[in-house]
C-alpha cells in the first residue's frame, strides 16, 4: 500500500460519518514548530488516522504518529537521534463530552471557524509532548568528557558564614 501525503484540515463530522482512515505522512518540511524545538526533523511523520463515531455519538479521531528527530544530548553535548512516536484519541464534540462525564477519556480537538481540524497541527502537538523531558543518549553511549566527569562541578562557598554576624551579636 502506498503512502499518500495526509490532509492539512479535514472535517472530523463528515470524516466520521464516513469512517475515513488515512495512512500517510505528513512532509517534514511542515513540521516547522516542531523544528522549532529540536535541532533536525529528520524524516517525514508517519500518521495513521481514523475517523469514527462511538456508541455515545461522539465523533472521534483516533491515530498515532512518528517522526526522527535530531536534538543535543544533555548530558555530553553531543548530537542525540530520537524516534517520537504519539498514540492520540479526540474528540470534536467538546460539549457532549462534558455533559456525559467523559472528559477524562477523550483529548479535545480544536476546530477553526469552519468547523474543520487542522491535522498537522494537532500531529505536531503530540509529537513535540511525546518529546522525553530531558534529552540524553542511552546509559553508556555518551563518550565521557575530559576531567570524567559530565557537567560542571559546583566548588564550595568559602565566604565567610553570613549568620556569623549574629553569633558576634549575641556574645555582647
Not at 30 to 38: C, H, I, P, Q
Not at 71 to 80: I, K, L, V, Y
Request: aromatic residues 6%.
Amino acid at each position: 500500500m502506498q503512502k499518500v501525503k495526509i490532509p492539512h484540515k479535514v472535517d472530523p463530522v463528515r470524516a466520521a460519518a464516513k469512517k475515513l482512515d488515512y495512512d500517510g505522512y505528513i512532509p517534514r518540511d511542515k513540521l516547522e514548530r516542531l523544528a522549532g524545538v529540536v535541532e533536525t526533523v529528520l524524516s517525514d511523520a508517519e500518521v495513521r488516522l481514523s475517523f469514527s463515531v462511538d456508541l455515545q455519538g461522539l465523533t472521534v479521531i483516533e491515530g498515532s504518529a512518528g517522526a526522527a528527530v535530531k536534538c543535543e544530548c544533555q548530558r555530553c553535548g553531543d548530537p542525540c537521534e530520537l524516534g517520537l512516536s504519539a498514540d492520540f484519541h479526540y474528540t470534536a464534540d467538546e460539549k457532549k463530552a462534558r455533559d456525559l462525564g467523559l472528559e477524562d477519556d477523550y483529548d479535545f480537538a480544536d476546530l477553526d471557524e469552519f468547523g474543520e481540524l487542522d491535522i498537522y497541527n494537532l500531529v505536531e502537538d503530540e509529537l513535540m509532548l511525546s518529546l522525553p523531558m530531558v534529552i540524553m543518549h542511552p546509559e553508556g553511549e555518551c563518550e565521557m568528557p575530559e576531567g570524567g566527569v559530565y557537567g560542571k562541578i559546583v566548588t564550595e562557598n568559602t565566604e565567610s558564614n553570613p549568620f556569623a554576624v549574629l553569633g558576634k551579636l549575641k556574645k555582647s
